[in-house]
Structures are given as structure tokens and as C-alpha cells.
């Protein structure tokens, strides 16, 4: 059975425009009839009626047993890509927190190794040249000198 729609009622149920009603109504595309009314003749559109949206509720099939297999194997590698990006996560936390407590530490050692202003090299009768280092400032020195690698080789320099 058909419904009997105006020009604007089809353009807007077929989802276009009036002037595309209107030119396939032209064309023959769309059945339409001369239709006499009080105030003169208008067209109307001739189409074919709805049916209730039982179509489109059709339930989907039920997947192959090789795609249910390919599913399977889908939602398994998510399930593993998942634990990776957490797993990357946690060493990124890990690397950050050693970074911070390298940088502290290299703080620390910088604090100690750098000699002390004193006004003993300005005295009068002082020596000139390096001063001495002893065996812990030298120690110390060289292990600020490993925290640096060491932090420039986190950071990927």
C-alpha cells in the first residue's frame, strides 16, 4: 500500500531536499499525482509505506566457528597488549622515582664535593696551585661523576 505524502513529508522521510523531491517527481523517479484542492492543485508523493522497524531489529547472526575463533584470538591479544601497557607504565613510574632520588643524591654530592670558601687560599703565605684533595672528596668526586653518566644514560642522552 502507498502513503500519500506533500512535497516536504517525502523530502524529509527520504531524507533529502524539496528541490530533490521535486526534481525526481520531474523525472518520473518518484510517483506523484495532481491532487485538486480548495486553493488550487498541489502533488503529492506516492510512497510506498513503512513497515514497523522490524527489519532493522533482525537479530545479527551467529558468528562462524572461525570467527568466533578469530574473536577469541582478538580479545586474547588486547588482553595482552593491555598487561604491556601497564607493565610500561610501572617501569616509567620506576625510572621516574630513580631519577628523582638520583637527583637528589647528585645533590648531595655536589653539596660535598665542591671545596669550601674559606679565606685560607687569600692568607698571606698561602701556596699557589690545586689545592689537595683527599682520599674521601676524591672518592666522592667520582662518584658524582658516575651519577651523572648515569643519569644522563636514563635520560637517554
Known amino acids: 500500500?502507498?502513503?500519500?505524502?506533500?512535497?516536504?513529508?517525502?523530502?524529509?522521510?527520504?531524507?533529502?531536499?524539496?528541490?530533490?523531491?521535486r526534481r525526481r517527481r520531474v523525472k518520473g523517479e518518484l510517483a506523484s499525482e495532481k491532487e485538486k484542492t480548495p486553493q488550487g492543485f498541489r502533488w503529492v508523493i506516492l510512497l510506498p509505506k513503512e513497515e514497523p522497524d522490524e527489519q532493522e531489529e533482525a537479530p545479527?547472526?551467529?558468528p562462524t566457528p572461525a570467527q568466533a575463533i578469530e574473536l577469541e584470538l582478538l580479545r586474547e591479544r588486547i588482553d595482552e597488549l593491555k598487561e604491556e601497557r601497564d607493565a610500561w607504565r610501572e617501569q616509567a613510574r620506576r625510572s621516574g622515582e630513580a631519577e628523582r632520588e638520583l637527583r637528589i643524591l647528585l645533590?648531595?654530592?655536589?653539596?660535598?664535593?665542591?671545596?669550601?670558601?674559606?679565606?685560607?687560599?687569600?692568607?698571606?703565605?698561602?701556596?699557589?696551585?690545586?689545592?689537595?684533595?683527599?682520599?674521601?672528596?676524591q672518592e666522592e668526586h667520582e662518584a658524582r661523576g658516575r651519577l651523572a653518566r648515569f643519569l644522563r644514560w636514563i635520560k637517554g642522552e
Open 1 to 21: 500500500m502507498e502513503e500519500r505524502l506533500s512535497i516536504a513529508e517525502a523530502a524529509e522521510r527520504l531524507g533529502v531536499s524539496l528541490d530533490t523531491v
Open 60 to 62: 545479527e547472526p551467529e
Open 107 to 137: 645533590q648531595q654530592a655536589q653539596s660535598l664535593a665542591l671545596p669550601e670558601k674559606t679565606g685560607s687560599q687569600d692568607a698571606p703565605g698561602a701556596t699557589i696551585g690545586p689545592s689537595p684533595i683527599s682520599g674521601v672528596m
